[in-house]
């Protein structure tokens, strides 16, 4: 059998590496190596959450909850000033333009969101740059996740930010919902009144 070999430092973290499975006579040599049977598995270190964290985490998810009841609230007033502007016998393509605003005007709130997520762990310097914080806000928002770790002092942020995106997503899926279903009411209306009976 062609013996494979696996260095010490591969996929480790800088905290180091423990070795799982049993150790033969000889396994590894004066340089590192290790027979291919061994496992490399990063060494996991005791987490205990901080009061900051929880602290910092609870007012971001308030501090978002509050950008998007205005996101909201300013979107229904915009789609439906539109609606009044339109008057009640607008055609299909202006309706529909509606609910896209809407759907861009929603997107916008997020992405709002997600801001207020990266400008706090660039401001804690969990990340290098906004660049990145705000890359990992958005994927940890969308419940995607990120390649990007952050620092084991934040580390729970990380799932306070989807549970920010789920409750936010939630509420806009009802906010669409219901725009939706005021066009779709509207169209079948119209269509009754032209089909004969």
């Known amino acids: 059998m062609r013996s494979q070999l696996l260095r010490f430092h591969s996929g480790c973290p800088p905290g180091g590496c423990h070795l ?39 007012a971001l998810v308030a501090i978002v909850m ?3 009841g205005l996101g909201m609230v300013w979107t229904l007033r915009l789609v439906h000033g539109l609606k ?12 529909l333009f509606v609910l896209v605003i809407a759907a861009w005007l929603i997107t916008v709130s997020h992405l709002v ?7 706090f762990l660039h401001w804690k310097r969990a990340l290098p740059n906004m660049s990145s914080a705000y890359y990992l806000a958005l994927l940890d928002y969308t419940t995607l996740g990120c390649e990007y770790d ?21 509420w806009s899926t009802g906010v669409l919902f219901a725009l ?10 119209r269509g009754e009144s032209v089909t004969p009976g």
Not at 84 to 95: D, E, M, T, V
Not at 150 to 170: D, H, N, Q, Y
């Open 84 to 95: 009044g502007r339109l008057g009640s016998h607008a055609n299909l393509a202006a309706s």
């Open 150 to 170: 952050l620092p084991v002092k934040w580390r729970l942020l990380e799932g306070m930010i989807a549970i920010s995106g789920l409750m936010t997503f939630a």
């Open 20 to 58: 799982l499975g049993r150790k033969r006579r000889g396994a590894a040599s004066a340089d590192g190596v290790l027979p291919y049977n061994f496992r490399m598995e990063p060494d996991l270190t005791l987490y205990v959450a901080g009061f900051e964290e929880i602290a910092w985490g609870v």
């Open 113 to 119: 969101e997600v801001f207020a997520w990266a400008g």
């Open 66 to 68: 509050v950008l998007h």
């Open 180 to 189: 939706a279903q005021e066009f779709q009411a509207r169209v079948l209306r």
